[in-house]
């Protein structure tokens, strides 16, 4: 697999670079002296550490503002001292994260060839060596800071283009800018520092200068640190708050598995996820990236092991109850229960091809999606079951009716039939009087029966959109009627709820109805625009108009669709439904259906 393959590339080139890099500060070790001022050295290192412990976290990496700090360490007690004592100090920093033995390793060698790099291309293009009588020109000083920071930066970018993880240009320029940052930060300092010192005491940098001159350094890493990590966690939170919306919005269609995916990846970069929910037996909902191809079934077993939280950091050292279902190159896992009324109905797994790689902010938030995604499933579950609640008591209903009217029906004619064969050689009148009736009964119920034939029928915006169910209907009443009617769609047209799409026909169809009947209109307009807030159907006629307040009475008493049940259906639909019309001066209705309110929903019950 190329992910696979991507990730050993990656580890080769970062072993190669790690071996270099620790070689160097061995090397090293060997010119170390005893420092003269062992106060202010190790005053420096710790702040050298406070600077690395809480840098500027940029994307899939940090930037300290401690190169100030390295100039120092370099210029008061030498080259060996500053390799040897950044080597460590970062790698001390990294235990303490608890980050990977890979990292642990990589990071304070590609720092130290780092700068031992940009020093010696430094030396080199300058004559006179580059601290010759302690003279520092800015030019000198910029030319190592840049290199500096272009060197670092390059070394970890190798990483990330190899990396199968996606690493955006907009990402890279992100990361560059808090390098630029960084780097003129450091310039400022140390110009500053040299500003304030004489040229003679440069290397005599006592304690207490030291201390005041450095602190507002860590100080300002400390803020900085600090305000870039409460902007993670803002882009972090609104990324959750988008996840839950679409989430929302999607769960009771074919195309939630789909979004989630992707909001999986957005915010975790993971490489396997699968959702496994239980519906009678465990199943799967979806499988996504480097999960294995087995046909192994799930067992409850497994599954009612995962009771909480639970994280596989390295799985060559730690099996997971669901191994088998991920492939052998995803290294760390995180296993989050859904769990509803202490109801386990699911498990959501996400995996990554490197050990130790989340952090407990990305298990904080994969715990949270879980828990979004069992209420989301429990209420689509609730949903389903209540559409099937509904059209059981449908079938229920037409079955009463077909019963209490139909069947009844039959039945009475059949008996009148009956005895109409009985009087019919002794009483023909009486005879022809059942008949009479039977067949009076019978064209009733076939009326009953076209009735529940139509009620069973799907509505025209079911096989069809909107636009086309309005469309043939246009044209069918055309070819009847004589008058003008005329049909114009507006925006771009997208899917609705079926039972939004339903109330607007049947408003649009009563509307004409009522124009044909009672109108006596010589044209009418129908519009249909799609719009970015809402959607509007309008139907205007020439006709005669009517009064509104009369209209409304004469609606209570006549049992039709009318201008009540067509309020009632719009506000059903969380829809507004406008009616302007005066007596001689025609009739307007407007049946307007926010689109916020409907977004998400494709089936009607």
Known sequence: ???????????????????????????????????????????????????????????????SLSFPIIFSLDLVFGFPAIIFSYALVVMT???????????????????????AAAKGAAVLF??????????????????????????????????????????????????????????????????????LGSQENRGNLDVFAAFFFFSPLVGLS???????????????????????????????????????????????????????RKEGNWKFDFKDGMTADTDKP????????????????????????????????????????????DDCIGVLAVGRTRTYSFEPQDIRSIATLA??????????????????????EERNRIAREIHDGVAQTLAGAVMNLETAKKKFSEKPDEALLLMDRSLHGLRGGLKQVRESIYALR???????????????????????????????????????????????????????QNTIKHGQATKAEVLLSYQSEHVLLKIKDNGQGFSLYDAILKSKNEPHFGLLSMNEEAEEIEGSLQIDSKPGEGTEISLTVPIEKMRGDEEND
């Open 298 to 341: 799930l067992e409850s077993a497994h599954v009612g092991e995962i009771k909480d939280v639970l994280v596989i950091e390295n799985r060559k050292k730690m099996s997971g109850p669901l191994d088998y279902y991920f492939h052998k190159g995803i290294r760390s896992v995180v296993y989050s229960p859904l769990t509803l009324e």
């Open 1 to 63: 697999m190329n992910t696979i393959r991507r990730e050993q590339k990656a580890g080769i080139y970062m072993g190669f670079l790690s071996a270099a890099g620790w070689i160097l500060v061995l090397i090293c070790m060997f010119f170390l002296t005893p420092p003269e001022h062992y106060l202010l050295y190790f005053m420096l290192v710790i702040f050298l550490g406070f600077t690395e412990y809480f840098p500027l976290p940029v994307w899939k990496g940090s930037s």
């Open 126 to 195: 300058f004559s006179g060596g580059f601290f010759a009588d302690h003279l520092v020109p800015m030019s000198e000083l910029a030319v190592l800071i840049v290199l500096f920071y272009l060197i670092n930066n390059f070394l970890v970018d190798i990483v990330l283009w190899i990396r199968p993880q996606p690493y955006r240009f907009s990402v890279w320029m992100q990361k560059w800018a808090s390098e630029v940052f960084s780097a003129f930060i450091s310039f400022f300092y140390i110009s500053l520092m040299f500003f």
């Open 93 to 115: 920093v990294n235990l303490l994260h608890r980050r990977p033995l890979r990292i642990i390793l990589f990071n304070p060698a590609q720092l130290v060839i780092s700068y």
């Open 371 to 392: 828990n979004q995604l069992a209420v989301a499933l429990k209420t689509k579950s609730l949903i389903t079951e209540q559409k099937e609640k509904r059209v059981l």
């Open 458 to 512: 799907p509505k025209p915006t079911e096989r069809v959109t909107l636009q086309e169910a309005i469309q043939k209907r246009v044209e069918i009443i055309r070819n009847q009627q004589t008058f003008s009617l005329d049909f114009e769609v507006r925006g771009n047209p997208f899917p609705m709820p079926l039972y939004v799409e339903k109330v607007m026909f049947d408003t649009f169809q009563e509307s004409i």
């Open 222 to 276: 400390l803020l900085s640190s600090t305000i870039a990590r409460l902007k993670i966690e803002k882009n972090r939170l609104n990324a959750m708050f988008s996840f839950t919306k679409d989430l929302n919005q999607t769960v009771h269609t074919a195309e939630w598995k789909d979004g989630l995916t992707n909001h999986i990846q957005e915010l975790f970069h993971a490489q396997a996820v699968f959702l496994i």
